[in-house]
């Protein structure tokens, strides 16, 4: 049963929680538990190792409604198709990582952007294998990472215990959610593929102008892709981009 302090709108509604090629399946069920006590119900799996698999349904103890529901993905990109905003779970920094928040901050930040729009916005957060955790590559992906506050000598977590701490602080964000601040003249912001192939466009009139060697690309693009998470864009400032690039290319035929 819904709490009745969660409204229609509920913000908890808008928040997909994606765990990144899960190599044990009891993990899946866990995390599904951890979400439906905390009122969570959207997963999905990107290439995860076993599932459906009976010991998720085991792990999950009561919660197999969400893995019954859970949305399987091939990619990451997939995963985040449609979201305008996510935040990956990771333990070390990286080079060309996001700014950096606490477990506590991040859940807050995520539950405010779902109030975007009048049919709420849709965010994700995102969590690695057991081994490896999210690769650079990954982590890239999202606006914003995110870290618990752990004993220094001892930080590691299971996966469905971070899972669990992030999930309770998310209820709790949502709790106590309020209107986004106003923002004059704001437009819609755009979704992750439509940034995705903003990038993928101005990559390919990079490499058409001869400012992009393919052959050593450096960092050109995990740099592009980070300048665009810092700025939020905006639907109709992608459009214009894009506009740019097309009218770039059709005077200057590669």
Sequence with gaps: MTSPLLSRSNPLQHIRIVLSRTSHPGNIGAAARAMKTMGLERLYLVAPKSF???????????????????????????????????????????????????????AAELVAE??????????????GNESAGLTNGELALCQRWASISANPEFSSLNVAAALQILCYELRLAALDVGPPP???????????????????????????????????PKRLMPRMRRLFGRARLEKEEVCILRGMLSSWESKNPS
């Design 52 to 106: 459906p698999d009976p010991q998720a349904d085991a792990m999950a103890s009561g919660a197999n409604d969400v893995l019954e529901n859970a949305v399987v993905c091939d990619t990451l990109e997939e995963a985040l198709a449609d979201t305008v905003f996510a935040t990956a779970l990771t333990a070390r920094r990286r080079g060309l990582a996001a700014e950096p928040l606490w477990a506590r901050q991040a």
């Design 182 to 216: 106003p923002i004059n003249d704001a437009g819609e912001l755009a979704r992750f593929d439509e940034v995705d192939g903003l990038l993928g466009h101005l990559e390919r009139a990079a490499i058409g102008s001869g400012f992009l060697d393919p052959a050593a």
């Design 114 to 127: 779902t109030q975007r729009g009048d049919d709420g916005a849709e965010v994700a957060l995102v969590l």
